[in-house]
């Protein structure tokens, strides 16, 4: 999708931190880190959020759970959490499907 920002940081138009790549996702380091390790995992195929996770697009969502499972793994990381926010509401401000993972810090919950 031309005007979305993590296609253009697939794309390489955009610079970013690059933590993993293969042919179907792309994993790099958040600009604003909320915790000590904090990096986003998003499919190279442009999907808007969860919501829009059907049967035709949902194995790269299965692989990028692969992935994130690989990643932690190889940074020794025993505790972390994923999040993906749908939605202004929730907290939503990058329209191209993504999954944060945190680690490094205690965190709380419910979430705020
Ligand atoms: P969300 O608010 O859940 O949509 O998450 C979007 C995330 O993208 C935020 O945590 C931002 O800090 C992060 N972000 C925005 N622009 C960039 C960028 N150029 N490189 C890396 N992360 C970014």
Redesign the pocket.
């Known amino acids: 999708m031309s005007d979305c920002?993590f296609c253009k940081?697939i794309a390489g138009d955009?610079p970013?931190s690059k933590v993993y790549e293969d042919d179907l996702c792309f994993a790099?380091?958040?600009?604003?880190p909320?915790a000590p390790k904090h990096f986003?995992v998003i499919p190279k195929a442009h999907i808007g959020s969860v919501s829009e996770v059907n049967s035709e697009n949902s194995a790269v969502v299965a692989h990028i759970f692969e992935v994130i499972a690989k990643i932690a793994a190889e940074q020794g990381m025993d505790s972390y959490r994923v999040?993906?926010?749908i939605g202004e509401q929730a907290?939503?401000?990058?329209f191209h499907l993504?999954f944060?993972v945190l680690s490094g810090r205690d965190m709380t919950w419910p979430p705020g």
Not at 28 to 32: C, K, L, P, Q
Not at 91 to 94: L, T
């Open positions: 920002l940081i955009i970013s790099f380091n958040d600009i604003a909320q986003l999040v993906s926010n907290g939503q401000s990058v993504h944060h």
